[in-house]
Structures are given as C-alpha cells and as structure tokens.
C-alpha cells in the first residue's frame, strides 16, 4: 500500500484496480481498508475527503512523512531479503 502511495495520492478504488493487475495477487476492495485505516491510525498515511462527478465525495490517500521514512527502511529491507533469496536460488553460500 505504501509503494502504490508513493506515486501520490490514491482513492481505495484505484489501489484496488493497481493490485489487480499484480500476477498472483488477489485483492477486493473490501480487503484494503481495513490496512489503510491501521497505516493512518500509525501516522503513514493521511485521507482527505474530495468531491467526485460520479456519486459521493471520495475518500483519497497519501503518504505522510514518516510514511516515506518507514517505506525506504522497509524497501531497503525487501531489497535485502530479495538478494538473499537470489543468492541461495542460485546456489551460492552467504
């Protein structure tokens, strides 16, 4: 959720059609809340409300500064682990 926030502010909707499109990722809308409303309770993402022409006003989602450091921190972390699996995949000792 962080990573897709990174790129700017999101509604719950357009996060669910961008998880979608994730090969062997099975996310409904449903799903989403839930994580978003515990990062903004954690103080890594702000919501604001916004009118829409298409219904009632939207809910829209960004990431607030200690977002971006706890998203590097974990990116970094991935990327490490990433590397470590690469390493035993490819038969090489750490």
């Known amino acids: 959720?962080?990573?897709?926030?990174?790129?700017?502010?999101?509604?719950?909707?357009?996060?669910v059609q961008r998880l979608k499109?994730?090969?062997?990722l099975n996310i409904r809308?449903?799903?989403?809340?839930?994580?978003?409303a515990r990062l903004?309770?954690?103080?890594?993402?702000?919501?604001d409300t916004?009118?829409?022409?298409?219904?009632?006003p939207r809910r829209?989602?960004?990431?607030?500064?200690?977002?971006?450091q706890i998203l590097s921190a974990m990116n970094a972390h991935w990327d490490q682990m990433a590397e470590g699996i690469r390493q035993i995949k490819g038969g090489k000792t750490l």
């Open 1 to 15: 959720m962080l990573n897709l926030l990174a790129g700017g502010r999101l509604h719950g909707y357009e996060m």
């Open 21 to 24: 499109q994730v090969n062997g």
């Open 29 to 36: 809308e449903g799903n989403i809340y839930p994580i978003l």
């Open 40 to 47: 903004e309770t954690d103080g890594l993402v702000i919501s």
């Open 50 to 56: 916004e009118p829409s022409r298409d219904g009632p």
């Open 60 to 68: 829209t989602f960004s990431l607030t500064n200690n977002g971006r």
